[in-house]
């Protein structure tokens, strides 16, 4: 049963920022289990029901949903051995990760947010939603008074020199110059992760999304069989 995250949630992460050692993780292995890791599993458990009914086929065991509290340093300048945050995702269980949607939810010292989106930039794929704007933009429009009504905002970087028909509607223009793509809820207080409809909160929110989670599907497959298409695996 998940009630909200407990107060050692943030205590923890900022004393792990300012002791980011291992010395400091092996003395309080027990205190992250406690007070961070197992309140995140239950709370992706709590959120797992919504999640499948968006998509059955979600990864929804906590261990492959959560991030890891340790670092990969290998190719970074910063050799911190742990992360002061963590995020969890939802995404398909099977087949390519990379380019497909995902929802997420991060929680960090003096932030908390969660979204929808595709990580890093798609070109293939924001090409095949640019093509379907062009083709089906009533999809799209229904979406952004879901959008607004939810406080959410579609965010990513954009192409600054892409030409946009003029048959793109005006309230989609940002949204067909993205090289990148991904809704989110920002400017939450944090107080709300300690309440016990922050699962409900986040699950709504998730849910409303629901349509944009399948375009962001649609054209990330679309781009995929492409791909596979012109490297000639089909």
């Known amino acids: 049963m998940f009630t909200g995250f407990g107060p050692d949630l943030i205590p923890f992460f900022l004393d792990l920022r300012f002791h980011n050692d291992r010395s400091f993780m092996e003395a309080n292995r027990e205190r992250y289990y406690q007070s961070v890791r197992d309140p995140f599993y239950r709370f992706i458990e709590a959120l797992t029901p919504a999640m499948l009914k968006i998509d059955p086929d979600f990864e929804t065991r906590p261990h492959k949903c959560l991030s890891r509290i340790n670092r990969d340093t290998r190719f970074s300048r910063d050799k911190s051995p742990y992360r002061d945050h963590l995020w969890l995702a939802f995404r398909k269980s099977a087949g390519e990760k990379d380019g497909m949607p995902f929802y997420w939810v991060e929680i960090g010292p003096e932030w908390v947010n969660w979204g929808l989106g595709v990580w890093g930039e798609n070109r293939e794929m924001m090409d095949a939603m640019r093509r379907r704007m062009l083709a089906h933009p009533d999809d799209y429009l229904r979406i952004l008074p879901i959008l607004k009504r939810r406080g959410l905002t579609l965010s990513g970087r954009e192409w600054k020199k892409l030409p946009v028909p003029g048959e793109v509607p005006e309230a989609l223009r ?3 110059l993205k090289r990148e793509i991904y809704a989110e809820k920002n400017g939450v207080s944090q107080g709300v992760i300690f309440q016990s409809d922050f699962v409900d ?8 999304m629901a349509p944009l989670y399948r375009i962001f599907t649609g054209c990330a497959e679309e781009a995929m069989n ?9």
């Open 174 to 176: 940002p949204w067909y």
């Open 201 to 208: 909160r986040v699950s709504r929110d998730f849910t409303a």
């Open 226 to 234: 492409l791909l596979d298409v012109e490297g000639g695996s089909i």
